[in-house]
């Protein structure tokens, strides 16, 4: 009888997005503009490349985002998620 072979677990990778400080150097109301509409298109950019907005991922300023692709991943600077397996030894 074959044993069952488990299946590895993709590797997770994490963003941080803050909106606290997204303004912070707008001087105009059209800069200002600019700033959001880049953020939306950004935005509009990973969910289309399949990111995922982490579960209960929402605060006061900021949001955690999600992707198992490395090539994602990479495009928009995430961080891989330490497996804390990984950590036990």
Not at 26 to 52: H, P, R, Y
Not at 66 to 84: L, R
Request: proline letters at 2%.
């Amino acid at each position: 009888m074959a044993a069952a072979v488990k299946a590895a677990k993709p590797t997770e990778y994490e963003l941080l997005w803050r909106n606290k400080f997204l303004a912070i150097d707008t001087k105009t109301f059209d800069e200002f503009i600019a700033v959001m509409e880049n953020s939306v298109n950004q935005l509009k950019a990973m969910k289309a490349d399949g990111v995922t907005l982490q579960e209960e991922g929402i605060g006061d300023d900021y949001a955690w985002f999600h992707t198992t692709d490395p090539k994602v991943a990479k495009k928009y600077g995430f961080n891989k998620v330490e497996d804390e397996e990984e950590d036990d030894d």
